[in-house]
T-cell receptor, first 110, second 116 residues
Framework: SQQGEEDPQALSIQEGENATMNCSYKTSINNLQWYRQNSGRGLVHLILIRSNEREKHSGRLRVTLDTSKKSSSLLITASRAADTASYFCAKETSGSRLTFGEGTQLTVNP | GAVVSQHPSWVICKSGTSVKIECRSLDFQATTMFWYRQFPKQSLMLMATSNEGSKATYEQGVEKDKFLINHASLTLSTLTVTSAHPEDSSFYIC????????????FGQGTRLTVV
């Protein structure tokens, strides 16, 4: 079974706005990773945040991790139409296994 | 970043036939690869962990005789869907890691399987 939930399931915004996606999990993790998937394609790694880290940045992306609440968020600032995709969080547990959340479908309208 | 190549990108087969999907790490060696299945507009479900030189580890509920995994070399893992049925139609994706835990995973481009 999948571990954790993501919300919202779908998000539609205008170009230039910020997009925030949330991910929760149930058991302890080694790290949490965010991936992007364009329709019908493979996944592209965005950011990895370790369990002892609280925040990471990469360009327009900002990821936070709150281990006390077992939750993470992905913020995309100044969104662009090209950011339209599905975004998944993935929790790494023992054995290097990654389990994925349900994903958020982001649509950025020009 | 590292490149994982998956082949074919799509395949249509008749019910009862078997289909083999290849996953290759092009510029690194992967002792472990992972196979996922994804239904439309849904998340990725981990099917199995493919280990070079040993048997794959299947997730609960995944039929090992149905989904045969072979990891014959450090750069190639294959998934064979045996006696395929329409309900096996799905998007199959493999991934591999460059190194130990706490490193990113690299994904193949996926294979769209349609069983008619």
């Amino acid at each position: 079974s999948q571990q954790g939930e993501e919300d919202p399931q779908a998000l539609s915004i205008q170009e230039g706005e910020n997009a925030t996606m949330n991910c929760s999990y149930k058991t302890s993790i080694n790290n949490l990773q965010w991936y992007r998937q364009n329709s019908g394609r493979g996944l592209v790694h965005l950011i990895l945040i370790r369990s002892n880290e609280r925040e990471k940045h990469s360009g327009r992306l900002r990821v936070t991790l709150d281990t006390s609440k077992k939750s993470s968020s992905l913020l995309i600032t100044a969104s662009r139409a090209a950011d339209t995709a599905s975004y998944f969080c993935a929790k790494e547990t023992s054995g290097s296994r990654l389990t994925f959340g349900e994903g958020t479908q982001l649509t950025v309208n020009p | 970043g590292a490149v994982v190549s998956q082949h074919p990108s799509w395949v249509i087969c008749k019910s009862g036939t078997s289909v083999k999907i290849e996953c290759r790490s092009l510029d690194f060696q992967a002792t472990t690869m992972f196979w996922y299945r994804q239904f439309p507009k849904q998340s990725l479900m981990l099917m199995a962990t493919s280990n070079e030189g040993s048997k794959a580890t299947y997730e609960q509920g995944v039929e090992k005789d149905k989904f045969l995994i072979n990891h014959a070399s450090l750069t190639l893992s294959t998934l064979t869907v045996t006696s395929a049925h329409p309900e096996d139609s799905s998007f199959y994706i493999c991934s591999a890691r460059l190194g130990p835990p706490n490193t990113e995973a690299f994904f193949g481009q996926g294979t769209r399987l349609t069983v008619v």
